[in-house]
């Protein structure tokens, strides 16, 4: 695999987002844009300034890996591990190596669910040509 699959393949990965400060959170969410949605409130609510080492300069190049490189390379795998300072606290991203179980369930059970529509909707077709068929009759 070339570096650009590996990243994006990484950059759809689960991450776990913490923010400690006044307005501590943390969530899990999926991939960079995930990552980012969680990190923008904080930037709009004028926790970081825009330096280019800032929260808000950190989200405009977040899939750039060379970003996350300085913070370890755990797994050797991109977006490993992210941390940024704040004038109040500090943000932390780290990138889960498995989804948690009880997301990649519900993301099972929602893949299921497209699936059984699917099968529902051949079956349906199935069935009128099947009425279809027997309505005529065909001489051969």
């Not at 776990?16 to 899990?28: E, F, R, W, Y």
């Not at 330096?51 to 991109?78: C, F, I, N, V, Y």
Request: no cysteine; hydrophobic share 50%; net charge negative.
């Amino acid at each position: 695999m070339g570096e650009a699959t590996d990243s994006s393949a990484e950059g759809a990965a689960w991450f776990v987002v913490i923010a400690n400060g006044t307005q501590a959170m943390a969530s899990v969410v999926a991939g960079l844009d995930g990552v980012r949605e969680a990190l923008i409130p904080l930037v709009l609510a004028g926790r970081a300034d825009l330096s280019p080492d800032s929260l808000a300069g950190m989200l405009a190049g977040l899939e750039d890996p060379a970003l996350w490189a300085p913070h370890g390379t755990g797994d050797g795998r991109p977006y490993w591990h992210l941390w940024v300072p704040l004038e109040a606290g500090s943000v932390s991203i780290q990138r889960l190596t498995v989804a948690p179980p009880q997301l990649a369930a519900e993301a099972a059970q929602r893949e299921a669910a497209i699936l059984r529509r699917s099968l529902l909707e051949v079956h349906e077709a199935l069935q009128a040509l099947s009425r279809d068929l027997k309505t005529q009759r065909l001489t051969f």
